[in-house]
Every structure is written in C-alpha cells, then in structure tokens.
C-alpha cells in the first residue's frame, strides 16, 4: 500500500468542525463537573479512534494479513479481533509471549493469554467464560463503558500506569479483550510481573488476581544532541536520545518555555516519507532555570523506524499559554480585563440587573484580523462566567483553583453576537434571589483562547540515525 496516497486520501475527508467544537465545549463543561483523578489514560486507545473504525469498516486492510490470519491459532484470531496495532505488529514478528495464567470468581474463568513489552507499552491480552457473562448492558447505569474493570498495584490512584483498552467482543462461547499500559515514566527491569486484578467482567463483579509475567524486547537506543531554537533565539528544543522498538519508537527532549503550562508539539518524518503516529508524552522532569522553565519529556510514537531510514525531520510548535483573568463587577462600565501574557482584552460596555436577570454587554479586544476563527471567539464568549467574589481561590501557584470554585460559578443562560465584525456580545446570566451583583466578578477565560492561537513554529532540524 502506498502511504503517501493513502495519507493524502484521509486529508480529503471533511470533518464537521462546528459539531465537534460544540462537543468539545460541552464534554468540557461536564468534565468541569467531575473530581479530576490524579491519574488518567495518556490516551484513548489506538484501537477505538474514529481512524481505525474507518479502516476496519472499509475492510482497507492488507490482503497478506488478512491471508496470514486465517492460518493463525486461538491466539492470533484474539489480535485479529481486539488487538493495537503495536500488538498485531509484535505478534506477526513473533515477539509476545504467550501466557495461560487463569483465575476464577463468582462463576467466570478469566485467562491471561498473552503479553508483549515493546520497551515503551506493556500489553496484556485475555479471555472470560461464564454462563452469565454479557455485554448487553454496557451503557447503563455505572457499568464499565468497555465492559471491564480493572487495577494495577494496591489499586491505589497515584500507583496506576496510564492504559487504553479495546473492550470485550464475544468470540463464539467467550469474550475477549486487550489493555496497553505506558509506563508513566518508570523504568521497569528487563523482566518482571505485573499484578493485574479485575473486577468486573462483562456484567459480573468478581476479584480475578494476576501476576502476569512481562519480558521486555529488545531495542535500540540512539544518543544524539540535535537541536533547533525558536526564530528569535529566545526558546532551543534539545534531542537527547531515540529509541528503537519493534514496534514504537520514543524521543526524549528537553525544551524551554515562560510558563509550566507553555507545552510543544513535535511533527516527526522519516527521510523515506513516513510519519511518525503520536501516542503519549510524559515529562520526566521541571525546573527553573534563569527565569524559565525547562521541561524535560520521553514521547512515544506507536510506529516503528524502519531499518532503511537514515534520518529524522522534526518540526516542533511551541503552544503558549495564558492565564485567567478576572475582575470585580463593583465598578461602572466600561470595565477592563486582560489578559496577563499577550494582551487580549474583554471590556464591559454595559451592565443591566434585572430581578436577578443581569445582562452584561462586551466585546473582546486587541487580537488581530483572522487571529481566530469566529466559532472559537464565540465560544469563548459563551465561557465566560459569574462567581461570587468571595468564592474566588488561587491555589499554590497563585492560579485559580477551579476544583473549589467549581460549584460556584455561573455560565450565562445564554449568549448572542450583537456585532460579529466588531466582536460584540451580550450575555444574560440568572443570579439567585436577593443576590447583590456588586458581590460578584466576571471569570474570564483567556487560557482557552490562547491554546487556540497560532503556536511559535521552531526551526525545522535533522537527526540522524546513522
């Protein structure tokens, strides 16, 4: 198959960007609604993208996998069927290790059967039995939405490693699934085990304990100091290492920024034409040097270099990011509020108080013609929010702390462009009765629209290889 055409193809297809930033909009005002866990997935898994069910749903796959499948055993159908990329690859190259480690629990046999370490991912793949096992109820009530439920460890949140997951899919009399776990940074010894538990499986609640044994592949690791800095001097990306795996490739960095929420993004080609899928990035380490801040990350890219490439071309974005800004609704329009790193402005024109109903008229200031698309300015407009003054808390750092204000704050009832051109709106927010509107302040979210603006693009640079 021919990558570049096939890349150029998936370009093509159009995507609803409006449907998708009003998702975005509300699964983010959700998500607000919800404690954060410490520890999070680094990303969703592979094998659920939206890109991999187009693929799937097509049958676009290569004639000699799908001939080699139909001569594989039990296990080679569980790849087939609900395993990543990283592990179809890892098993036809016949790297994983197969496993037949069982365990029973309220009527349901579990079995471990096989794991694979690529040096970057860990992956387990597995079968249950049980006469009341189902996944016809996965959606409702609290229900585990891939049909599973399971822990590293002690269970223990700071002590879990970040995971994607393919859900269970009924094969004949049983069900089956695979996890990857990313290593969170850690460096496991060359073999070891991994204690699973599960705890629900497909509509049965149940402890099924495992030490699943892991052995780590082999890999290269390529020491480099390729580097590039931003067009003004001011920003230099450092390249310390790259390493090889049968299946991912991982380069570890160090850039740096103003601020600790400043981040980058890298674009990484090979010299034959290929690019380098992203997965997940951790950063090892922070510091402050000279008044900036260094941040040191190992990233992963869930594709492997090939043995011909003799080097890299990297382009990195650097995304800034600036901070909330805030001010008391005492004073008499106009008010100001800036932001605190790269001058926009929201100025209040008007202020109407009506039995609670209060309107307030702005429009977004100081950002230059076609720095933002419309759809982004108006959402930004629509997150704007009222807090009662006396519920405002910073945390540590000095930033506020959403966690506390959360159940505080109110988003407008409603919001309307009064003037497009000119980037005037009016929102309309319902305050409790008897509520004095002096006792409040507008929250306005300047970091938003600045992960929305253009990122500084570094110099693009080489690695080399060999």
Known sequence: MDRKWFEKEMNTIEVPKEEVFEAISSGIQKGRKQKVRKKTAKISASFTTAAASMVLVSGFLFAPVN???????????????VGSDIGKELYFSDKVTEVNQAATSNGVDVTITSTYYDGNVIG??????????SIEHMDKGNRPVSGYSY????????????????????????FIGSIEFYRDGKEPPENFTLPLTFTHMADVNGTWTFDVPVKRIPSETIQTDARTESPDGEFELLVTSITKGKATTTLEYTYSVESRKDTLNLIVFDDLGNRLSKSSADTLDIKEIDGKVQKTVRELFTSKLSDKARSLQVQAHMKRVDADGITSLKGSPPLQVKSPRFG?????QDIQNVKGKVTVDFTIDHIKE????????ENFAQFIQVIPSNKIKRNAKGGLDYNVMLNHMVRSAATKTMDKENHRYQSTFTLPQ?????????IVPFGTLSRNDKPVKMKPFEIKLK
């Open 370 to 377: 076609k720095q933002f698309r419309y759809d982004i300015l």
């Open 434 to 442: 008897g509520a004095n509107l002096e006792d409040y302040s507008l």
């Open 344 to 348: 926009y402005q929201v100025t209040i």
């Open 151 to 174: 822990h590293l460890f002690d269970g223990k949140d700071q002590n879990q490693w970040g995971s994607g997951s393919s859900g269970l899919k009924k094969d004949g009399d049983e």
């Open 124 to 133: 387990v793949t597995f079968k249950a039995k049980g006469d009341e096992l």
């Open 67 to 81: 001939n080699a499948l139909a001569k594989l055993p039990v296990l080679g159908g569980i790849y087939e069927k």
